[in-house]
């Protein structure tokens, strides 16, 4: 099992930044990708960014390219999402998911964190 513990996240202001992380434990070779979901209220998870576990390489949402920023440290197995000049849009419930992006599969989630995007 792969757990996924997640930290950030919180109440900004419009243009504000704001950095979430995401620490796995437990069978880390159980995954080769690690990304971030957020859902909105009333809607699904919609992908916003995801970054291999393993070659470091990373994939963004294209409406969001640019405003947000994945990284991971390996020494303690955090994946960050930096993300910045925030808008009400991206208000919403960010989550963390390990699993197989390659083959769409999401194996492991984690708590989900609140952003409040509001003046």
């Known amino acids: 099992q792969v757990q996924l513990a997640q930290s950030g996240g919180g109440l900004v202001q419009p243009g504000a930044s704001l950095r979430l992380s995401c620490t796995a434990s437990g069978r880390i070779g159980d995954f080769d990708g690690v990304g971030w979901f957020r859902q909105a209220p009333g809607m699904g998870r919609r992908f916003v960014a995801r970054i291999s576990w393993t070659g470091g390489r990373t994939f963004y949402a294209d409406s969001l390219e640019g405003r947000v920023t994945i990284s991971r440290d390996s020494a303690t197995n955090t994946v960050f999402l930096q993300m910045n000049s925030l808008e009400f849009g991206d208000t919403g419930v960010y989550f963390c998911?390990?699993?197989?992006?390659?083959?769409?599969?999401?194996?492991?989630w984690g708590q989900g964190t609140q952003v409040t995007v509001s003046s």
């Open positions: 998911a390990a699993g197989h992006p390659d083959r769409g599969l999401w194996n492991y």
